[in-house]
Structures are given as C-alpha cells and as structure tokens.
C-alpha cells in the first residue's frame, strides 16, 4: 500500500510523536528482513486499528518523513527492551543507517552519541527519509510505542534538566543515609540500622530504575541487572518492617503482631526469590509485578492494622512513626492501582516520586526516632536523679544504722574491757597470792629439796605474772603484744634473786629489739626460759668459779631461733627424764617447736619455733 510522507517541524522546542504516523507490522516468526521491509511496505497496516496478538512479538514500525530544517535529531522511546533504528533517505541508491538501542541491549553494541533509549540522526532540510524501526518487549508487558523525534538542542536540553533534577534528589537521599548512619555510629540506637537499610533499599531502586546501577556495574550483561531492581524495593520493606517491630517494641506490646511481623518479613524473602526465579528463567516482569502487587495487600494490611491495634500504646514520638507509615501506605496503594491500570508507562514517573515519598518518609521516621531518642536521654536523667535520690536516702540510713550499731558495739566493748580488766585484776590477784603464799612458806621449810620445789614453783608462777603484766591491756596499749627482750629480763633478774641473789652470775642477753611477744607463745616461752635458767641455778653451777649464762633470740628462715648456753657441769643422763626438762619438751611441742641439747663446755640448747 503507498504510505503518505509527513513533514515534520523541528524548528521548534516540541517533541514529535512519532506513534500517530506508523505503520506496523507484527513479525510473529521474526521473517522479515529491514532491507526487503524499506523496499517493499505493503504488508505494514495503519497502527489506530492494530491489535497486539503477542506481547513478545517482533514489531516492524514504519513512517516516511521530511524536516523543515537541517538538523541534528534524535528518536526517543522508554521502555523496550530491544529496538533498532534503520534510517534511508528516499533517493535512488541511497545507504541504509542502522543502530541499536534498548533497556537490555549491551553498552558494546550502542553507537558513540546513542543511550540505550534514544537514537542520534542527521537529517536534511526537505530530503524525503523512511524510518524504520525494530521493536521487541521481552517483559511481557504490552509493548509502548512512545517513539518522539526532537532535535538534538532541545533533547540535551530537557536530559539536562531531568538529570540536574534527578542529581539533588539522589544527593538529598544519599547525604541521609549517610547522616543515618552517623547517627547510629554516635548512638549505637538499634533501628538506626533498620531505617538505614529502609533508605537505602529505595536508594538503590531509584538508582536502578534509571539505569545508573547497570551502567555502572553490568553494562553488558544489562538482562541481569534488571533482576535486582525489584529486590531492592523488597530490601527496603524488610527495613521498614524490622524498624517498626523494633522501635514500637511490639514483641513486648502484643505477641501476636509480632509472630505476624515475622511471617510478613518472611514472605517477604519467599516472594524474592519467586520473583528472581520468574525474571531468570522468563524474563516475564509483567507476571513477578503482579504476584508482588497480590502479596503487596498483606504487607499493607500489616502496615495498617498495627498501628490501629497499638495506638493508644505509642507515645508521641513513636507516633511519627505512623504519619510515616500512612504517607508509604498511601503512596503504594496509589502505586498498585496505577501500576495495574496503566502498567510499565507508570515507570516514568516512579523514580521521582519515589525519591520524593522515600525521602519524606524517612524524614519522618528519622525524626521520631531521634524524639524518641531524646525522650531516652531525658529518662535516663530522671531515673538517674530518682536514683541519685533514693541512694542519698539509702546513704542515711546506712549512716544512721552504722552509728547506731557503733553505739551499741563501743558500750559493749566498754563492758567487755571492764570484764577483762575485773578478769585480768583477780588473774594478777590470784597469782601475787599465790607467789605470796609460796614465798612465805619458803623461809620456814629446812628441807633442801622441798626448798628447791618451793623456789621452782615461785618462778613459775613469777612467769606467769609477767606474762599478765606484759599482755594486761591496761599496761599495754596494742594490746596483744610486748617486747620479748624486757620480757626475758625481768625473768632472768627473778630469776636470780631468787635463788642466788649475792652470786656473780652473768646472765647475757642478745635478743634483736624487733621481736614481739604474743599472747599464744608468751606463757610457754616465760615458763621454758625460767626452767632453764631455773636449772642452771640448781644443778649447774656449783664448781664454776664465774658462772655465766647466754640467752640469744633471733628471726632466721621464718622461724625464732632461740639459743640457752650456760658454762656449768653439764647434765647427767639420769636426769634427762627429771619434771623440768619434762616440762621444757612439753611445751616446746605445744608451740609446734623443736629443741636439741649439746653437753660442751657447759650446757646448751637450741629451741625452733615457727612464726
């Protein structure tokens, strides 16, 4: 059939449609060649009374043309997956251009000058053209033939202006995400997090949807890339819900929301990868759109119904939150039905919009998660003044409580110092009268061995008393010991005014200054050292001219080493088993201690005792 050519004006700033002058063909076995078709136009047929028998089909569109002007001009179109343009001026002989385009073609096999939906040409002033172009939708959505020619000022013009648009909002929207993150590395504030992954889901579907992500990342595999953009979509609603469960604490506030939040997220991740297997294996977009709107009602019924259920449960900040959640509802069942109505040519104006919504949304989240953040901060001041408080009063009653139980414990260590000091007194009485009692006895007995019994008894219970002086808490101030070196003396000068008051006995001490004595060692070690020197008096000195004894105490190897030395007779084997070395041993045993004797020159005995 002969096709009527069309002048086109492209003087102007308007854009031409292109789709009112076509002609089409559908190429269902894809036979035809565009070399035959640009010969031979007599199976196209006008477009206003076509029908589409397949939506995957090929279609061969076809208009005759001439410009009013010489110019640099270019063919857009936006959603199909495969177009090729083939250009032929209607003269004798003349070349045929041809160049690729489409949502799913390579980058490799786009011209220099071309994107993957518009076509650079060069047309001349009156020079009669025909257009042919070459169309396949593999989505399986009903092919848009949004063709327009413009000259190439006013394309650059209007691309520029919708990128410098399209720049501040990808800008506004990454420097908050950005300033979300901050926040949550300042805060450590959980759903930071989730409204972080919230944002940056409908981020990257913006991104994805105008291209910018396959460009980037898969620019010759641009089939695969398409594969995420609903994912990033679903990334985003796994954050918004993880962000309402977890500011809304609704695990805590109704159990049964929160089981359904969870079956909501994992529906979620089902209908991920039904949708991936769908686009994969089919390419069919059209089908996983539809199966995402059906599963879209029950996120939305979710979305609705808590915050109903929990309203009276939500303070003020938490309830920005819902204004949030109302203006995404919102904006999705407008998506869904506009989407269902009008399909893929929805997709022009998606990515604004959804910048626009996303970017609110988030402000409004992020806004009552920093109120509720703050109402956190204003909490914990005031819980940490009730505390500060209650640990003040606590305070005083601890302080009332310990100086009331002071009181109590200095009266009774007053009664308990009184009983001791009545205790000590009649200890002190009773053995001054029994010292008394023995001394008194002493001059009227003649016998020498009663004598010797008498005296023996005398300076033990001399010991005693020492050791009661020394120790008495009245005479002490620490209470609990004394010096050992006075302590030794005062027993050996007893000692020796008691049996040979006028002998030239030299008793030599050399003890270091440093030891103490205890109570637990002081009556032992008193009764040990007044036996030997007892001893001494009694069985050793009667041939020695200068009779000298040498007591040595001193600290070797965390033990007191203690060293007896007298220059006497010695000791006799038969009195080894007398009562007073009897005595020595027993008590050396009872400090834990050890004793040896050597008969050298006199009479000694080394004595160990632990510390």
Known sequence: MARSQHSFRLSGPNQIPLKPHFSILEDRSNQYQAADLLKNTSAFQAIKNFKVQRMDDVFWLFVPFKVDTSTAAVVTFRHLTHAELYLQADTPNAPILSQKAGAFRPLNEIKNGDSRFHFSIDLEQHLPYKLLLKSKHTKKYQPVFDFELSNQGNFIEKKTNSELLDLWLQGASSLLIIYIFFSWLTTKYRPFIFLMLFALGFHLYDISLNRYFIDWLLPNAPQYGWLFVQHFLQLGLVGLFLLLIDSWKIRDKNMRLYRYGKMVIACIFVIAVISFLINFTSSNYKLSTQINICFSLIFLAYAIYTPIVLWHQLDK????????????????????????????????????????????????????????????????????????????????????????????????????????????????????LLYSLNSLQLPSVAEASTT????????????????????????????????????????????????????????????????????????????????????????????????????????KNRQWEMQYRDNGSGIHLAKENSFGLTLIRDLTRQLKGSVETANNHGLTYLFNFPI
Do not use: C
């Open 452 to 555: 010797h019994l008498l005296k023996d008894n005398i300076a033990r219970i001399k010991a005693m008393m020492l050791v009661n002086d020394s120790l008495n808490p009245s005479h002490n101030a620490s209470e609990k010991t004394a010096s050992l070196n006075e302590f030794i003396a005062e027993i050996a000068a007893h000692s020796k005014r008691m049996f040979v008051p006028e002998s030239p006995t030299k008793i030599t001490l050399n003890i270091d200054e440093k030891l103490v004595l205890d109570s637990k060692v002081g009556l032992s070690l008193g009764l040990i050292v007044s036996e030997l020197i007892t001893n001494s008096y009694k069985h050793a000195f009667a041939t020695q001219p200068e009779p000298a004894i040498h007591i040595s105490i001193s600290l």
């Open 317 to 432: 900040q938490e309830r920005y939150l819902v204004y949030g959640l109302a203006l995404y509802v919102t904006a999705t069942i407008f998506f869904n039905i506009t989407i269902t109505l009008w399909g893929e040519q929805l997709y022009l104006i998606t990515p604004i919009a959804t910048k626009i919504i996303s970017i609110t949304v988030v402000l409004l989240f992020f806004t009552g998660l920093n109120a509720r953040l703050r109402q956190n901060e204003l909490d914990k001041l005031r819980y940490l003044d009730e505390l500060n408080q209650l640990q003040k009063y606590q305070n005083e009653l601890l302080e009332e409580s310990v100086a009331l139980r002071t009181s109590e414990l200095s009266q009774r260590n007053q009664r308990i110092e009184t009983l001791m000091n009545e205790l000590n007194h009649r200890v002190k009485n009773n053995l001054q």
